[in-house]
């Protein structure tokens, strides 16, 4: 009778799609699409269009790639960007497709590593009527013959469905002159951001008149810096980001830029601009007080003069870097940290930064700091005192951390850390070579674990530390329950005893534990059980990793986009095929220095793996390939 109820039993009845709609909209987005493909009903709920704001599609241009768009015209909007493009018939009917299937649904259309004809682009770009941003980047072959947009019908054309684009990318183009300039820009009336960074750009100063060569005649082959002026006077109303990185800009060149009358910029990048001093900056900070971010990295002439300026002049500021630029010390920091909009602060490799005069302008200040993300790379005079009082004086904004390099931060800092950061989502700690098991755990080192003075070492951390680290409630990494990005790199007294035990985040996306000689397999099993989010996992250089430890996690990593297993010398292609069958979705795979590993099989996977972009291996002759 049991057998029969159960055969007539209603089956469950399905949700209703409001009711899906709303389950998936507690989900993050990683999650979401795995639930998408739980069944159809799941799948068309995750198509909702509350789902769908800024979707952007990346493909390389193949065969495929057509019925790809052609699908993509069922969606409202949508972004592309599409690599790989050249002047032959494919990429050219994978445009003409792209213009009719999705014409006035594309907000972005961005074409990097391509090579497009002009005629393509042409018949392209009057048929996105609704285009919100234009990415030309590297794209010399348009550029190259001086003709493009060079008649007034193509003008018009194009005039007519760009009027409304507000974001366009010319980085990194050597052949952009002043007509293909003008021509272009001239059917872009509306911009709010502008990227020129990379250009061969004409900023000499004319000693004769005084005066930049903006304002002199220079030759059309080149862009000037008048009609970069002229473009930024025309359209003052809309123009609120800048974009001069890579280029020879000068004190004299930013000045006329930054005193166009009207001009009001929002963001600023100015990176590895070698021209530019800390009067430049006083001058900018002057006449464009009301920037919000401001990139100087790279910018080796500032000095911290630089940094007062910034302070007292950007009373908006949200994001600053300074990155790179060698010459700044803590003078001014204490101020900048004062900045009360401050959000984002990115220092690194700035080798003079202690960390001190960060915390005397955090201590004074009455108010709440913003500062949700702080870049301390390479500052080598970072040690435990600034990190312990910066995570107490920062624990309830602080969101990323980046101390890599820091050779002087220890356990004490990574207690700190998990102690006081439990809002952090991004934690980097690779290369902080004092740091130990003993800090991940959350645990003292006891006078019976002190320095073994053959070995110059600690001493293992034993079981029963292990006993006492489950009973405690004390600060090991395990409190950072909200970590996405986690990298351990290069700490090289790590062993499986704190891997094993702290490395649990189930929202964990991001993972590095290369040059860990310590851990095993057995660290590489734990993770996967516990990080099942994983879409990124570097594990190269670590020698105890083997196609036994890639047998028990594979299986648990269906998300894992991109592995690097490089210098691994026990994978073969046992691991191989075990990621062929478990891990569909890898897009990237480094074996490189896995001399077990054969062509032969890495060429078989990837006829078995849909998504696999690129494949980077070495021969046993010592070349390096990259398929």
């Known amino acids: 009778m049991e057998g029969s109820d159960e055969e007539d039993s209603p089956e469950a009845p399905e949700l209703p799609l409001e009711i899906l709609v709303y389950m998936l909209g507690f989900l993050p987005t990683s999650d979401r699409k795995e639930a998408s493909l739980v069944c159809r009903s799941w799948y068309i709920a995750s198509l909702d269009l509350r789902f769908q704001k800024n979707v952007t599609f990346c493909f390389p241009a193949s065969a495929s790639s057509l019925e790809l768009v052609r699908g993509l015209g069922r969606r409202s909007r949508c972004s592309l960007i599409i690599s790989q493009l050249d002047g032959f018939s494919l990429s050219r009917s994978l445009l003409m497709e792209v213009g009719l299937c999705l014409g006035p649904k594309l907000d972005s259309l961005a074409l990097p590593g391509s090579s497009v004809s002009e005629a393509s682009l042409l018949a392209l770009l009057p048929r996105l009527t609704s285009l919100r941003r234009l990415d030309l980047r590297g794209l010399d072959s348009l550029f190259m013959s001086g003709a493009f947009l060079s008649k007034e019908e193509h003008r018009r054309q194009v005039r007519s469905a760009l009027s409304g684009l507000e974001e366009l990318d010319l980085s990194n183009l050597r052949y952009l002159s002043d007509l293909t300039f003008n021509r272009l820009t001239g059917c872009t009336p509306r911009l709010r951001r502008l990227s020129l960074a990379g250009c061969h750009i004409a900023f000499e100063f004319d000693p004769y008149r005084g005066c930049p060569v903006g304002t ?19 359209q003052t109303a809309t123009l609120v980001a800048l974009d001069f990185s890579r280029t020879s800009i000068t004190h004299e060149s930013l000045r006329s830029i930054a005193q166009v009358k009207g001009l009001a910029l929002e963001e600023l990048c100015l990176q590895s ?11 900018l900070v002057k006449h464009q007080s009301s920037l ?61 930064v202690g960390g001190t005069e960060m915390v005397n302008g955090l201590s004074r200040r009455t108010e709440r700091t913003q500062l949700e993300k702080l870049h301390l790379r390479s500052c080598m005079y970072i ?126 996306q991001h993972l590095s534990l290369s040059m860990l000689p310590e851990i095993t397999d057995a660290s590489l099993s734990d993770v996967a059980r516990h990080c099942r989010s994983l879409t990124s996992l570097d594990l190269s250089y670590c020698a105890h990793i083997s196609d036994h430890g890639v047998a028990q996690a594979a299986p648990h990593l269906p998300r894992l986009q991109h592995l690097d297993l490089s210098a691994c010398n026990n994978i073969t292609d046992k691991s191989l095929f075990l990621l062929a069958q478990h891990c569909k979705r890898l897009k990237t795979l480094d074996v490189s220095m896995c001399n077990s590993v054969s062509g032969t099989t890495v060429d078989l996977i990837q006829s078995q793996l849909p998504f696999l972009e690129n494949v980077h291996y070495k021969l046993h002759s010592g070349t390096d390939l990259t398929l």
């Open 273 to 283: 601009c070698k021209e530019l001093t800390d009067y430049s900056v006083a001058v």
């Open 292 to 352: 919000q971010r401001l990139d100087l990295s790279g910018c080796t002439e500032l000095t911290s003069r630089a940094v007062l300026a910034i302070a007292q002049g950007l009373n908006s500021l949200t994001h600053l870097s300074l990155s790179c630029d060698w010459r700044i010390t803590e003078t001014g920091l204490e101020d900048l940290v004062s900045v009360s909009s401050l959000k984002s602060l990115d220092l690194s490799e700035c080798p003079l």
């Open 216 to 234: 002199v005649e220079v030759s059309s082959a080149l862009l000037s810096l008048r009609n970069v002026r002229k473009l930024v006077t025309e």
């Open 383 to 508: 040690r435990d005192e600034a990190v312990f009082s910066l995570t107490q004086l920062l624990g309830n904004t602080l969101r990323h951390l980046d101390l890599t390099s820091c050779a002087n931060v220890t356990d004490l800092s990574v207690r700190a850390i998990a102690s006081y950061l439990h809002g952090l989502v991004v934690l980097r700690l690779c290369d902080c070579k004092e740091v130990t098991d003993w800090g991940l755990l959350g645990m003292v080192e006891t006078s019976a674990c002190e320095l073994d003075e053959e070995k110059e070492r600690p001493k293992m951390v034993t079981q029963d530390h292990l006993e006492r680290f489950k009973q405690q409630s004390g600060a090991s990494l395990l409190a950072l329950r909200r970590l996405r990005e986690l990298n351990l790199s290069a700490c090289c007294k790590l062993t499986d005893s704190s891997i094993t035990q702290v490395v649990r985040y189930p929202d964990l």
